[in-house]
C-alpha cells in the first residue's frame, strides 16, 4: 500500500458508524491494486451530526466520492446536488461521486442484487417476484428490479414501523415503472402461498435468517417451495440461511447474499472508476 499512495492518490471514502468491522476497504483496496488504479479507500466514523460537515470534505478535498451506510443513508440526500434515477426513487444513497464538485447520490444495493443474480444465471426480467422485507434492503431490490423490467412485484412483511415504506415502494414503482407492485401482511398466508406459487423467484430482504435470528426463516412450509421456484436471500452471514436450506432440500435453485454483497461494492466501484472489479479476484481474497 505504501509504495502505491503518491501525490496524485484520489481519496475514496466510507462514512457511516459503526464502520470498523466493514469489508469494503479491504474490497476496493485490493481492486484498486490489482487493476493499478490511483486511488485509496478508507472508512471514516461519521454519523449523521458530523455528516454535512463530511461532504463539504469530499468537495473541499477534491475526493472521488464516498460510500455512505447506516445511519446516513437517506440524511446525506439533502446534501448531494444531484440523485441517480433509482437513488431518487429509492429514497437513498449508498455512493456518492465527485465530479468536478458536483455531488451525485446513486444507489448499488438493488444493482448488486439484479448483478448477483445474473451470475448466478438467474434471469427474472419479465416475471414475478414475491419478497418478505420493507427495510432498506428490500427497498432498494424491489425498485432496482421494477426499473430492470420485472413484471410484477408482491411484497409481503409484518405491520411493524416497516410497513409505511412498503406503501410507499409499492405506490412508486406503480406510478414511476411498468411493473404491477402489491403489498400483503405478511400473517396473510393464504395470498403468502398463493404469490410464491405464481412467482419465479421468492426473496428473503429481511432480518430474519441473520444473527440474532440464523435459526428461523419466513418460510417453514416446504410445499411452498416448488422445485422450479428460484430462493434467494439478501443474507450472507450464514452463507446458507436456515430458508435456503429448506429451498435446496426442495430441489429449488438457491441464491446467497453475497453476490448481492460483493455486487453493489462492484457497482460503486464502476461509478468512480468507470472499471470493472474483478470480483472472481476479490470474492476469493475476502471469503477464502
Ligand atoms: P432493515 O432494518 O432496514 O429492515 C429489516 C426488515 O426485516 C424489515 O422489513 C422488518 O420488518 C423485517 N424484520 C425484522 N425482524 C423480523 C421478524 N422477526 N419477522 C419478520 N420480519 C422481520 O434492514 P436491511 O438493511 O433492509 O437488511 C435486511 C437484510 O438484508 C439483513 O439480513 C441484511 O443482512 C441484508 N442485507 C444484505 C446486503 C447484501 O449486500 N447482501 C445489503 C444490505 C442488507
Excluded at 438493488?110 to 427474472?124: C, E, S, W
Excluded at 435446496?248 to 460483493?262: A, D, F, P, S, Y
Aim: charged share 25%.
Amino acid at each position: 500500500m505504501a509504495e502505491r499512495i503518491t501525490g496524485h492518490t484520489e481519496l475514496i471514502g466510507l462514512m457511516a458508524t459503526p464502520i470498523r468491522h466493514s469489508l469494503s476497504p479491504t474490497m476496493h483496496n485490493e481492486a484498486f491494486a490489482k487493476l493499478g488504479l490511483d486511488y485509496a479507500y478508507l472508512a471514516f466514523e461519521v454519523g449523521n451530526d458530523q455528516l454535512e460537515d463530511a461532504i463539504k470534505g469530499i468537495r473541499a478535498l477534491g475526493m472521488r466520492g464516498s460510500n455512505v451506510s447506516m445511519p446516513n443513508k437517506q440524511v446525506v440526500l439533502k446534501y448531494l446536488d444531484k440523485l441517480s434515477p433509482a437513488a431518487e426513487m429509492v429514497g437513498a444513497v449508498n455512493t456518492i461521486v465527485n465530479d468536478d464538485g458536483i455531488l451525485t447520490g446513486h444507489i448499488t444495493d438493488g444493482t448488486g442484487f439484479m448483478l448477483g443474480l445474473k451470475q448466478a444465471d438467474v434471469n427474472i426480467i419479465g416475471k414475478k417476484m414475491t419478497l418478505c422485507g420493507a427495510g432498506g434492503a428490500a427497498t432498494a431490490v424491489c425498485i432496482q428490479a421494477a426499473l430492470d423490467g420485472v413484471k410484477e412485484l408482491s411484497i409481503f412483511n409484518r405491520k411493524d414501523d416497516f410497513y409505511k415504506n412498503a406503501q410507499r415502494t409499492v405506490a412508486v414503482i406503480n406510478e414511476k415503472t411498468d411493473c404491477k407492485a402489491t403489498l400483503y401482511d405478511i400473517e396473510d398466508k393464504v395470498s403468502l402461498r398463493r404469490e410464491i406459487l405464481e412467482s419465479a423467484i421468492f426473496t428473503n430482504a429481511t432480518g430474519v435468517g441473520m444473527k440474532p435470528l440464523q435459526d428461523k426463516s419466513l418460510i417453514t412450509d416446504s410445499t411452498m417451495l416448488r422445485p422450479d421456484l428460484i430462493v434467494a436471500d439478501t443474507v450472507y452471514a450464514p452463507i446458507e440461511t436456515v430458508l435456503l436450506k429448506l429451498a435446496r432440500e426442495q430441489g429449488c435453485k438457491t441464491v446467497n447474499g453475497l453476490g448481492m454483497m460483493l455486487w453493489q461494492g462492484a457497482a460503486a466501484f464502476k461509478v468512480w472508476t468507470d472499471q470493472e472489479m474483478p470480483v472472481d479476484y476479490i470474492k476469493g481474497l475476502l471469503f477464502k
